[in-house]
């Protein structure tokens, strides 16, 4: 048996086979990835990422301060919501003696991730000693983020939570 670059014994070789199989398979992936990449544009473009990317040491002060006021906080949603139906979410705050706190302003946010045009918010009301409540009502279904943010003087303190919203 001869062994050179004419014989035609070779393309029946498993091993050649496979190399050319695996060669094939690797190349074809990478063309469809390729293409999604290209036709498919990305759900999330932040618009100003570069002052969003310098503003990570100020978010990270923000975060100690946050810590070293001592508050706690609970975000009550309702166990199922619906697109367009008003409810009550409520957020309760208190101070480091767990006594509830009076603030200066609490806002809620709603913030959809696939889709900014939806976002907005609401100014909670107070309801009690430390709770705080807004009716609101979700325009669009889907996957939400909602931020409570209390403010009383200089100091902030802010609840998230990721909510899912029917249809």
Known sequence: MRISQE??????????????AFLFVFLSANAVFIYLAFSTPPNLVVENFYEKGEAYAETQE????????????MLMVPTTSRVNQTQTYEA???????????????????????????DFAVDMQKSGHGSYQADVSFNLPGTWDIIV???????????SRRIRIDP
């Open 62 to 73: 923000r975060i100690d301060r946050q810590k070293a006021l001592g508050w706690s906080g």
């Open 149 to 159: 943010e209390a403010k009383r003087g200089e100091d902030e303190f802010i609840i």
């Open 92 to 118: 309760m705050i208190t101070g480091k003696n767990s006594a509830g706190l009076l603030l200066d302003s609490v806002k809620f946010f709603a913030y959809r991730p696939s889709d900014a045009d939806a």
């Open 7 to 20: 014989n035609p014994q070779a393309l029946r070789n498993p091993w050649v086979l496979g190399l050319l």
